[in-house]
């Protein structure tokens, strides 16, 4: 009798564990929704899957395991308790740690509106803006939706590198970026917290948020790995040269492209990947061949993920961890492959209109029809398994989304956004002949080549931002010069060079793209442009010179 009473007793006391667990999960799953597919969703999900274990034990316990058995569900179900409560303190204390950014506690719902509409009128529409931009993802386009919004608000403060189009991804090596980099304004200790960043960078949390203004709102974007890594091998086929020129030794001679015939880049990547890790091995993390080719999204994010290249046996706990922090940092990742509805979302999170978001699709290159093997893209996922791991933990996020704020609310967004592109397009471009060119450059008509909407539509207005915030810091900062020892070694200067990083390199930037600048801001506008008047403290730089040696951006 007393075995059947023990063993009553313990299925008495499993049982009672099991149904807490089922309560406890129950009771906080309608939090999952709230919190995205970040690590709190892991581990709620997690505890669904630890219930089903207990399950299992409890069927095939035998009575000689009973005491051990008890112990064990009695230790899971107090750690499991720990983890609903560490769950609920996160999103408690949430408000404390982004006290400047009221939607990262609050349901999308109760925060998002497209600007201007009746049913928006809580929505504030967003200004501070950080977009980390990755390579060959389509970021282009969001840089230069980004430029124009700024742009179209004197004022407004762009961090940037000092070059031309501001990128500082290889600034440092494989490090991430820091507040050692060069960057416009680095020297000058009393400079202005940033509004809008949309360069290339490889991502620092600390720096960023140091330069940056307290309630900015981090945006980034992602595609999906095989064709990014393959995109990234074509384009960025000059940085790897070497690199390709290796590989191509390992390839039959009747198969390689015969001189003056051009490179055969998936007949390389095919060798490529047959051994990866092996080709690699001779690199330095900081080349190239590391960074465009290893994992070349989830480098963008500041992570070391040159570490996913050894045999760790924690590999995927510590890519899962980056991604659980890169979803808590950033508000926004915009999929490529569903660029229109990811802007449709972000348009609602921004309190933005269409007009803000309006463009055009850049820097895109031709289609090519060649594939990869079936085995050669299998091989190529199991290689950059972390990008694999970083696109579908987005992806997953984007799809959740669509859902919550309503699938038929953003897909009629996505087709108002369409519809207006097409509307740029037809007002605006020539009409490229398929297979005209290898990088896909859109060519205005001729009558709209002075017309500064479509002009700002389709170039890279980061060399006129340069011009236009570094005359109006001039202005603004009488400090922020360059020091006398400085400018006697410099051979582009003036009475009132500003404190440059990087010296003659970006003033002889600068005054070489002067002149531009200034007939830029005399076309004729109209009522439709974004900056119809240029803002006052452009009225000295407006004017002419008379002599080609004085440039008015230093002086």
């Avoid at 330069?211 to 995109?231: A, G, H």
């Avoid at 070694?489 to 003033?507: R, V, Y």
Wanted: glycine share 4%.
């Amino acid at each position: 009798m007393k075995y059947f009473a023990d063993h009553r007793l313990f299925f008495a006391l499993a049982l009672v564990a099991i149904l807490s667990w089922i309560y406890s999960y129950k009771k906080y799953k309608s939090n999952i929704e709230n919190l995205e597919f970040s690590e709190d969703v892991i581990q709620l999900l997690a505890f669904q899957e630890e219930i089903d274990k207990i399950r299992e034990i409890v069927d095939d316990i035998t009575i000689n395991e009973k005491q051990n058995s008890l112990r064990r569900l009695k230790k899971k179900s107090y750690e499991n308790i720990k983890i609903v409560e560490r769950i609920v303190e996160k999103k408690v204390n949430i408000e404390d740690e982004y006290p400047h950014k009221p939607w990262k506690h609050q349901k999308l719902d109760d925060y998002i509106g497209e600007h201007g509409k009746p049913d928006s009128k809580s929505c504030a529409k967003k200004e501070h803006i950080y977009f980390l931009k990755t390579s060959k993802t389509g970021g282009t386009t969001f840089a230069n939706i980004l430029q124009r919004f700024g742009y179209s608000r004197p004022g407004t403060n762009f961090l940037m590198g000092e070059c031309g189009n501001g990128a500082m991804f290889f600034a440092n090596g494989e490090m991430p970026f820091n507040l050692d980099v060069c960057f416009v304004g680095r020297d000058f200790k009393d400079r202005p917290k940033f509004d809008i960043s949309f360069v290339h960078m490889k991502y620092n949390q600390t720096a960023v948020n140091e330069l940056m203004q307290p309630d900015t709102f981090k945006v980034s974007i992602l595609r999906d790995p095989v064709e990014n890594f393959i995109s990234s091998w074509r384009y960025y086929n000059g940085l790897i040269k070497d690199f390709r020129e290796m590989i191509m030794k390992d390839i039959p001679v009747e198969k390689r492209p015969k001189e003056g015939e051009d490179p055969d880049y998936f007949l390389e990547i095919e060798q490529f990947l047959t051994k990866p890790v092996d080709y690699l091995s001779d690199y330095a993390y900081s080349h190239a061949a590391h960074l465009m080719v290893m994992n070349p999204q989830l480098v963008f994010f500041g992570v070391p993920s040159y570490l996913l290249k050894m045999n760790y046996q924690y590999g995927h706990q510590l890519v899962d961890s980056w991604l659980h922090g890169i979803a808590s940092d950033f508000d926004h990742i915009l999929i490529l492959e569903d660029l229109d509805r990811s802007l449709a979302i972000l348009m609602l999170k921004l309190c933005w209109t269409i007009e803000d978001v309006a463009h055009l699709k850049l820097n895109t290159m031709k289609k090519n029809d060649k594939k990869l093997s079936s085995g050669s893209i299998k091989r190529l996922r199991d290689f950059n398994w972390g990008d694999i791991r970083l696109y579908n933990y987005f992806k997953a996020i984007h799809d959740h989304q669509i859902k919550e704020i309503g699938e038929n609310r953003i897909n009629d967004i996505a087709r108002r956004i369409e519809a207006r592109a097409n509307q740029i397009s037809s007002e605006c471009l020539e009409t490229i002949k398929s297979g005209e060119q290898w990088i896909q450059s859109l060519k205005l008509k001729p009558e709209k080549m002075k017309n500064q909407t479509c002009f700002m539509m389709t170039k890279d207005m980061g060399p006129y931002i340069h011009e236009d915030q570094v005359t109006r810091w001039k202005q603004q900062f009488p400090n922020w010069r360059m020091s006398e020892k400085d400018l006697a070694n410099m051979k582009f200067k003036g009475s009132q060079t500003p404190e440059f990083c990087s010296k003659d390199k970006f003033a002889e930037f600068l005054t070489k793209r002067e002149k531009n600048y200034r007939a830029f801001l005399k076309w004729k506008t109209n009522e439709y442009d974004i900056l119809q008047t240029p803002p006052e403290y452009l009225e000295e730089f407006l004017k002419p010179t008379g002599n080609d040696e004085v440039f008015r951006i230093l002086n």
